[in-house]
Structures are given as structure tokens and as C-alpha cells.
């Protein structure tokens, strides 16, 4: 019988340690919890009292500030671009919103900085901004050394060369055609290693020339002060629609991009209650997507059976288990939008379109994805 309740009080400890866990409200700091720890023999169990020490998420700094400090680039057109009156628009703006929307219910409570591709890491690690949303590159590096984590790819991009129809470029040049051509792209970047890397291997001989903005970058080409500029193909669609002079005609190759440039979220290494909430935001814009629910019929799914019902805070839902309202998601959904309503009003406006990309649902042939909310 006494064994039986020191059974019952072992197992109640422990529940107490995981509801403590996930439902800190702590400033962010070190959280101080004492357990149970139980050793149990053939005779009796015992309970001895010990201290688990578990620093804070940034998840719980976020809630508590209310407001999600969110990096973006601020000049990538479509992306993150600076309206004249300060706001910012563009895809990974809305992605910024949509986990602040997950985060602490409102889409409106973002602080947006813009930072340059070199200043953006550092950015992460002095605490400046809790996440990026800044046409990131997943890499080896990065993922590692650099001391970065990654969410879930939400554009699948490849790196592209942009030159003058003028100059002899055609949709159909090479790198190896580059040979003594002057290549201006942006500092701090995987564009920079890849070009210098790939004219290499083509044994074209460049003078690359780097610079901290892109709008430097599109200057000097406007200019004439380079040949070629070379980043994510996306970023060249976009420059080409907005600054394509009347007296010039840019042309975009090769129609194989030259690098794999996954883009997503990027945040600190080894926070997983917040990499959790970061990454699950952009799975419930997928799954919504899958089921086409959309801003404007979300409230007609709330209390839908099965997935629908649990991803918008139903009967089994799994948020506030992660830290979040049981909501959350219906807020993403409900302010933000699903993955198609994202890309499409800030691609389709400068003619990228997802039919046919790898930026599809997988159920199209592409590589949108998301694993089940279960
Ligand atoms: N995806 C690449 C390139 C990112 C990058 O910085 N791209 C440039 C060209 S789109 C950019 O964001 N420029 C905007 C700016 O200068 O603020 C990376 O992660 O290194």
C-alpha cells in the first residue's frame, strides 16, 4: 500500500515537471524547478528531491516582451521591402508576422530590423532580433560553426546570373562564357563563395566585385561598373521587374541555377521550444494550404474533425503543450494567411509563380511539404 502511493506521488512529480516546462511564464531567464527523481527496487520505491535546472526559451522572452523581434533583408524585392511610411511587405515579412501571430496572438506585434547579408548572423547571437526571415540560405556551415539552426525551407531557390541581352548574354549562357567578365554581387553571402567557385570549375576568370547592399550592387550594374550580377534567382526577377532601365534588356541564366539556395526561417542553435513554435508556424500555413483553408473560411473549420480541428485548437489540439495558445495557429491562419495566399500576393506580383516550381505542394510535383499535426 505505501509503495503504492509513492507510486502515485513519483508519477505526479514527474507530470509536474513537464507542465512546468511547457507552460513557463518566466521573463526568459533560468527557470528553477524542483522534481522528483524515483528509484524503484523490488521492495519499495523511493522519492529523493532534486534540483532541474532548466534555462529559459526564447519563446517565453518573446510572449513576455509581446513582440517578436523579426530580421530581414528591407531591399529584397517581394520579400522584405521598406515602404516609404516604414512598414515592411513582402513574404518573409508576412512569415515574421505569421509566428508573431503564433507567438502572442496579434500579427501586428513585430519589430522589423533591417540587416545586411554580413550583419545578419551577429544579429542572432548579440539578441538584436530573435529570428530571420532574410533570404537565408541553409548550409552546412551555418547549421554548424556559425551556431545557427534552420526551420523549414519556405522558398526553395537557386543562384542565377543577370548580364545585358546587350553585352551578348542570352537565356542560354554559361558561367564558362563569363571569362573576363567584372561580377558584382553582395558581401557575406553563399552567392559570393558559389560564383567564385563555379567560374573556377568553368575556368572562366572573373573579377568579382562585393559589395554590403544590393542597391550598390544594381547601381554599379546600371552603371556599367560590372558585367554580371549574381544572387538568388528569385532577388534577379525581382531587380529586373522594378529597375530594368528603358535603354536595357537583362536576361537571367542559366535556366539550371548554378547552387541549391534553401530559404527559411534561421534562429540561435539549441532553443527547441522556440525552433518548435518558429517551425510549426510555417507547417500550419502548409497544412492549411492542403486543405485550402484559407483566411477568409477559417472560421468556418473551427471545429472541423481530425487534423483541421487540432491545427485551429479543437479537440486534441497540441499548441499549448508547445508553449502557445491552443489558437495559435487559427491566428496565423486567420491574420497572415495559408502558404499559397502568402506567396502568391507577394510573388505573383513580379511574375514568380509556384505551378510548376519546386515551390508546389507535393502533391503538384513540388517540394512543399509538411510533416502531420498529430
Ligand atoms: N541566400 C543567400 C543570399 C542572401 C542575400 O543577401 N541576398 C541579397 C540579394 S537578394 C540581399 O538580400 N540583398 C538585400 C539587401 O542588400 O538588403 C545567402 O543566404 O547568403
Known sequence: ?????????????????????????DGGGSSTTTAAQTTTTA??????????????????????????????SGSAVAFSETQADGSITGFD???????????????????????????????????????????TTWTQSR?????????????????????????????????????????????GTTTEKNIAEAAEMAGAEITLLGFETSDEVYETFINGGCDITTTDGSALVGRKVRMQPDDQEWVIFPATPISKEPLG???????????????????????????????????????DEGEVGRLLGGDGEL??????????FYQVIKQVGNYSEIYNRNLNPVGLVREGSANAGWLDGGLIYSPPAR
Open 143 to 187: 547549421d554548424s560553426s556559425v551556431g545557427m539552426d534552420f526551420g523549414p525551407t519556405t522558398y526553395f531557390d537557386g543562384q542565377q546570373l543577370m548580364a545585358r541581352v546587350g553585352d551578348g548574354f542570352s537565356a542560354d549562357s554559361t558561367v564558362a562564357d563569363l571569362d573576363g567578365a567584372v561580377v558584382c554581387t553582395n558581401i
Open 265 to 303: 526561417p534561421t534562429y540561435g542553435q539549441n532553443d527547441s521550444a522556440f525552433a518548435d513554435a518558429v517551425n510549426w508556424t510555417v507547417y500550419a500555413t502548409i497544412i492549411a494550404d492542403e486543405y485550402g483553408i484559407t483566411s477568409a473560411n477559417v472560421d468556418d473549420h473551427v471545429g
Open 1 to 25: 500500500m505505501k509503495s503504492k502511493y509513492w507510486k502515485l506521488l513519483a508519477v505526479f512529480l514527474s507530470i509536474g515537471i513537464v507542465a512546468a516546462a511547457c507552460g513557463s511564464d
Open 43 to 72: 521492495e519499495a520505491t523511493t522519492t529523493t528531491e532534486v534540483e532541474v535546472v532548466q534555462s529559459g526559451s526564447l519563446l517565453d522572452t518573446v510572449q513576455s516582451r509581446g513582440t517578436l523581434n523579426c530580421g530581414v
Open 319 to 328: 499548441q499549448t503543450g508547445m508553449g502557445l495558445a491552443a489558437d495559435a
Open 93 to 135: 515579412a508576412d512569415y515574421c508576422r505569421a509566428v508573431a501571430a503564433a507567438m502572442t496572438g496579434s500579427a501586428d506585434n513585430v519589430s522589423f530590423t533591417a540587416l545586411t547579408a554580413s550583419e545578419r548572423f551577429t544579429a542572432v547571437q548579440t539578441g538584436d532580433v530573435d529570428v530571420l526571415m532574410r533570404n
